[in-house]
Every structure is written in C-alpha cells, then in structure tokens.
C-alpha cells in the first residue's frame, strides 16, 4: 500500500484500496461509518443480553409465586408438613434447575425456615438480575453515544466534502 498524489482533489488518496479516489473527508466518514456500525452491533447485543436478563427474572418470579401459592398452605412443621414442602419443591426443581437455582438440597423434608430460604435465594437471584440489566444499561448509553457521534462525525466529513467540492465547482 502506498499514498500517493492522484489528483489535487485526491491528494491523500491511498493507491490499491478501496479508498483510491477519495478525499481525505470521505475516507474519514466512511471510517467513521463503519466504527459506527459496530457500536450499533454492540449496542444491540447489548439489547438483547439485558431482554434475556430480564426474561430469567421474570420466570424466577414467576417460579417463586408458584411455589410460594402452595407452600403458603403448609403452616405447621410436623414430619407430614415437611414432606408435602419436598413434595412441591421436587415437582418445580426441574423448571428451578433450568434456572440456574442449585437444586441439589430439594429432595429431602424442609422446615418452614428452610423454605423461606430457598425462596429467599431465588428472589435474590432475581434482584440481581435486574440489578445487572441496571449496569448494562449504563453500558448500552455508553454505546449508543459513541454510535450518534461517530455517524454526526461521519455526517460532518460528508459535508466538508460538499464545501470543497462546490468551492472547486465555483473556480
């Protein structure tokens, strides 16, 4: 590759590339344009890193509001108490598991205080979840900016380009 003078339109115009031609200003814009594009790409990746964060929150809810709607019928901690809880807690851990909840403790008689710990770990998982999209958020602005001043970057290389070539239409 090598730059050299082509025209006095195109004196940094690089030889053998695709920017052969060019002016200085739309070399620029289209690097800008593509770094843009990839800021675009990381912002929708983003995107959809924080709607699959907020789906699993949504299901650890939705697990937790199901479970807790029939162990909230279980009051006492007599042996038949205990086992109706691992009962219930077996017939959800395979949807718990998909979740990324360790169900490894379920198979076996739960007190009441044991239930309100798992269910406790289960509403923390969910926090976090929503506390991770908060992040991502920030992360997702972050990009969308640097997208909007890389095309605004790309826009103003465009039309200097404009200037110049009118000017030189005008002489």
Request: hydrophobic share 40%.
């Given at each position: 590759?090598?730059?050299?003078a082509?025209?006095?339109?195109n004196?940094?115009?690089?030889?053998g590339?695709?920017?052969?031609g060019?002016?200085?200003?739309?070399?620029?814009?289209?690097?800008m344009l593509?770094?843009?594009?990839?800021?675009?790409?990381?912002?929708?990746?983003?995107?959809?890193?924080?709607k699959?964060?907020?789906?699993k929150?949504?299901?650890?809810?939705?697990?937790?509001d199901?479970?807790?709607?029939?162990?909230?019928?279980?009051?006492?901690?007599?042996?038949?108490?205990k086992?109706a809880?691992?009962a219930?807690?077996?017939?959800?851990s395979?949807?718990a598991?998909?979740l990324?909840?360790?169900?490894?403790?379920?198979?076996?008689?739960?007190?009441?205080?044991q239930?309100?710990a798992?269910?406790?770990?289960?509403?923390?998982?969910?926090?976090n979840c929503?506390s991770?999209?908060?992040?991502?958020m920030?992360?997702?602005?972050?990009f969308?900016?640097?997208y909007?001043s890389?095309?605004?970057?790309?826009?103003?290389?465009?039309?200097n380009?404009?200037q110049i070539?009118q000017?030189?239409a005008?002489?």
């Amino acid at each position: 590759m090598s730059v050299g003078a082509i025209s006095t339109s195109n004196v940094n115009a690089i030889k053998g590339t695709e920017f052969e031609g060019m002016s200085i200003q739309m070399m620029a814009a289209m690097v800008m344009l593509e770094v843009g594009a990839t800021k675009k790409k990381e912002a929708e990746m983003k995107i959809s890193d924080m709607k699959a964060q907020n789906d699993k929150a949504k299901a650890l809810n939705n697990l937790l509001d199901k479970m807790n709607s029939e162990l909230g019928a279980i009051t006492k901690d007599e042996d038949k108490d205990k086992a109706a809880r691992m009962a219930i807690l077996i017939r959800y851990s395979a949807e718990a598991k998909g979740l990324g909840i360790d169900v490894s403790g379920w198979n076996s008689p739960k007190s009441a205080e044991q239930i309100r710990a798992i269910s406790s770990t289960i509403q923390h998982m969910a926090e976090n979840c929503n506390s991770d999209n908060q992040t991502q958020m920030v992360k997702l602005q972050d990009f969308m900016g640097q997208y909007n001043s890389f095309v605004s970057g790309a826009s103003d290389q465009i039309k200097n380009a404009n200037q110049i070539l009118q000017g030189l239409a005008k002489n």
